[in-house]
T-cell receptor
Framework: EPEVTQTPSHQVTQMGQEVILRCVPI?????FYWYRQILGQKVEFLVS????????KSEIFDDQFSVERPDGSNFTLKIRSTKLEDSAMYFC?????????????FGPGTRLTVT | AQKITQTQPGMFVQEKEAVTLDCTYD???????LFWYKQPSSGEMIFLIY??????QNATEGRYSLNFQKARKSANLVISASQLGDSAMYFC????????????FGTGTSLTVIP
């Protein structure tokens, strides 16, 4: 069964460093998303991406964040200068279409630890 | 304002018994979708079941069913014949036309199945 993959599974970085989280969405999906989950809290939407541009973003997704689809398979989330509060699990998701009832398939997540 | 409310932070159920996980939602949009995801201790998000606002019947997927009460704005997940592998966090999520493609998640319910 096709699945969303994410690398790395765990990233440790120092405050102020740049990190790039990588995702490979399901191949025939057109919509891509990033969510984050701070430990013990609910999953929060960051951004959605369609047709090579951001379609929606939350207030969490400030200028420190950017997304890119550098080739036909990868979808990346970059955090330019990490802060301690960026420590969280980051989930990539993809969906076949943007409307209902299409569910979003989530990847296994990347646990980001900022020290 | 909270769009999704899950009032049970933790639940216990005996193996082979049924359990209901509560979810209430808030939207003024007539078109919306409700989703349940399971998050085991390994961290990945697994899609379980979907209910559309216009669906006439309650959704079912194997041992999972959704008790959809539109007037009360509730979408409770029922797991029948609980198994030890059902122990996990369960998240209710919603999308509506106002939220576009992003999901709003609840705070989750931690389910523990007791042998």
């Amino acid at each position: 069964e096709p699945e969303v993959t994410q690398t790395p599974s765990h990233q440790v970085t120092q405050m102020g460093q740049e990190v790039i989280l990588r995702c490979v969405p399901i191949s025939n999906h057109l919509y891509f998303y990033w969510y984050r989950q701070i430990l013990g809290q609910k999953v929060e939407f960051l951004v959605s991406f369609y047709n090579n541009e951001i379609s929606e973003k939350s207030e969490i997704f400030d200028d420190q964040f950017s997304v890119e689809r550098p080739d036909g398979s990868n979808f990346t989330l970059k955090i330019r200068s990490t802060k301690l509060e960026d420590s969280a699990m980051y989930f990539c998701a993809s969906s076949e279409s943007g409307g209902l009832p299409y569910e979003q398939y989530f990847g296994p997540g990347t646990r980001l630890t900022v020290t | 304002a909270q769009k999704i409310t899950q009032t049970q932070p933790g639940m216990f159920v005996q193996e082979k018994e049924a359990v209901t996980l509560d979810c209430t939602y808030d939207t003024s949009d007539p078109s919306y979708g409700l989703f349940w995801y399971k998050q085991p201790s390994s961290g990945e998000m697994i899609f379980l079941i979907y209910q559309g606002s216009y669906d006439q019947q309650n959704a079912t997927e194997g041992r999972y069913s959704l008790n959809f009460q539109k007037a009360r704005k509730s979408a409770n997940l029922v797991i029948s014949a609980s198994q030890l592998g059902d122990s996990a966090m369960y998240f209710c999520a919603m999308r509506d036309a106002g939220t576009g493609n992003q999901f709003y998640f609840g705070t989750g319910t931690s389910l523990t199945v007791i042998p």
